[in-house]
């Protein structure tokens, strides 16, 4: 009798210890050549584009980690002290390393991570379309500041071009995986730029999956967009 209930005490530790690992995540990270007692962030960037410290680790003989419980997926950033870029992070309740890329942040290798591997991939297609777009904005500006108004027409025509291309890659890759955690992270991205028609970023929130409309962050989104709306709404009716 006492071994049976042994054995059963055994199991239901088993299932409850599989249970604390299935609704945590623990990020390992390597970070090669980093400096003992060298802080790194986890930080949200929030609607308002204002970066928040979500949780901070030291490097200990050039390594560290995060734990940690989500409801959902989140997603953030790593910062490094002393190290000049960040890396977009997304994290769901899975274990996974990351292999730091000290020179450049954004290169650093995900393993065990399919999620974060499809977001790299992601961003490593619409860097060259976000770099344009930045450029264009400074030619704008150079433009204003010298009342060239000919030159300006070109490089807002230029500039509306290039946004409306990202928009489409955006939306189409909403489209296709509608369930995506990337798909997430890339409405929060799109209404953070402040670039995007609030047409177009209501339609990125409907094809997202129900999943992922239930979240925190899309709910305080598609709230602001009908806050936004109201606005515009009665300034319209007033004039």
Not at 54 to 77: S, V
Not at 141 to 146: G, K
Not at 165 to 192: A, D, R
């Amino acid at each position: 009798m006492k071994k049976i209930i042994f054995a059963i005490s055994v199991f239901f530790i088993l299932i409850n210890c599989q249970k604390v690992k299935d609704e945590g995540y623990t990020i390992n990270v390597e970070a090669k050549g980093g400096i003992n007692g060298l802080r790194a962030y986890l930080k949200t960037q929030e609607l308002d584009r204002k970066f928040t410290i979500k949780d901070t680790a030291i490097i200990i003989n050039e390594n560290f980690k995060f734990k940690g419980n989500t409801l959902e997926p989140k997603f953030q950033y790593l910062f490094v002290d002393n190290y000049d870029s960040r890396l977009p992070v997304i994290i769901t309740n899975e274990d996974f390393k990351i292999i730091l890329n000290k020179n450049n942040l954004s290169n650093s290798t995900f393993i065990n991570s399919t999620i974060n591997n499809n977001l790299k991939d992601y961003i490593s297609k619409i860097n060259a379309k976000e770099d344009s777009l930045f450029e264009q904005r400074k030619a704008i500006d150079v433009s204003v500041s010298l009342k060239d108004s000919i030159t300006l027409k070109k490089n807002i025509d230029n500039y509306l071009n290039t946004a409306q291309k990202l928009l489409t890659y955006n939306t189409n890759y909403i489209k296709n995986n509608p369930k995506s955690p990337v798909s997430l992270f890339i409405f929060q991205k799109s209404y953070i730029s402040g670039i995007f028609p609030l047409d177009s970023l209501n339609n990125q929130y409907n094809l997202l999956d129900n999943s992922l409309k239930q979240t925190l962050v899309a709910n305080q989104i598609i709230q602001q967009l009908s806050f936004k709306k109201g606005q515009i709404k009665n300034q319209n009716e007033s004039k």
